[in-house]
């Protein structure tokens, strides 16, 4: 029994082998996300003309207690890879998670809420630094920085002016795309007859109608209710004055107008 049995693995181990050596080879994936693909596909990439990368920030931050924490990294994510399809000749890094959220202690802004993670500007300058600079040392010629949190913008705006000063003889630019956030979406949304108060300045309508348009799960409907400042929930706006089509035409706002600023700061940058 001993014999039949050590039989019948080698001839499965024989076939798998076999159907293994013989499976066909694997497409290289056809993604704009860096981390989906290999360093000799990033390489080729580079060389046959995607030297625009984008680095974007989005942050790990309360949204009151009708949105997930990582609202700004799935939104940010979703935007520049379309953004980058757009251009067609440029890639994404990884999304950067962990901004400038507030003091920790004693914790302000987001920190006083659970969940938040919060590095001091400095940091936050730093790393964005060191990641275009890494990126330049790879062959990219268009460093984009595209931040979906207001803590972001100015960590963002200093590290390009910095670098650009630093590498003006040179042919690679870091630009900071201002176009983006916070965009047109509010000012259109109040064009469509929703107040300025329901439409809020934090998980408001602006980002619940992004996350209903794109992925709802991340969205708790039963505790859509009116925030202000102050009020302990985290949230200011009202997110039940949300809709899909909204954040669908938010979502179209926000990356068309990076399309456009990237393609005009990549010409004037070098003038």
């Not at 049995?5 to 694997?26: K, N």
């Not at 680095?55 to 953004?83: C, D, F, R, S, W």
Request: proline share 5%; net charge negative.
């Amino acid at each position: 029994m001993r014999t039949i049995y050590l039989a019948i693995l080698l001839v499965i181990s024989c076939l798998g082998t076999s159907s293994f050596s013989q499976s066909p080879s694997i497409p290289i994936p056809d993604s704009v996300f860096i981390e989906e693909l290999t360093w000799v596909e990033v390489s080729d990439a580079i060389v046959q003309g995607k030297t625009t990368v984008i680095i974007p920030t989005g942050g790990t931050e309360q949204n009151g207690p009708h949105m997930v924490i990582g609202k700004h990294n799935y939104l940010v994510k979703y935007k520049a890879g379309e953004i980058a399809k757009r251009l067609g000749n440029a890639l994404v890094a990884p999304v950067l998670a962990y901004v400038p959220e507030g003091e920790i202690d004693p914790p302000s802004s987001h920190m006083r809420f659970a969940g938040t993670i919060s590095i001091p500007q400095d940091v936050f300058a730093d790393i964005l630094e060191y990641t275009a600079r890494s990126f330049k040392r790879h062959g990219f010629l268009d460093i984009v920085l595209i931040g979906d949190s207001g803590g972001n913008q100015a960590g963002q705006r200093l590290v390009a002016a910095a670098l650009n000063g630093e590498w003006s003889a040179t042919g690679v630019r870091v630009h900071h795309l201002s176009a983006y956030y916070p965009g047109r979406g509010d000012d259109w949304v109040i064009s469509q007859g929703v107040s300025a108060e329901d439409v809020g300045s934090h998980a408001g309508t602006h980002d619940t109608s992004a996350l209903m348009y794109l992925n709802p799960s991340m969205l708790r409907f039963d505790k859509m209710s009116q925030g202000s400042r102050g009020d302990g929930q985290g949230h200011i706006g009202n997110p039940a004055r949300s809709t899909a089509l909204f954040g669908q035409t938010i979502l179209e706002m926000q990356i068309n107008d990076a399309v456009d600023q990237i393609v005009e700061l990549r010409a004037i940058d070098r003038r």
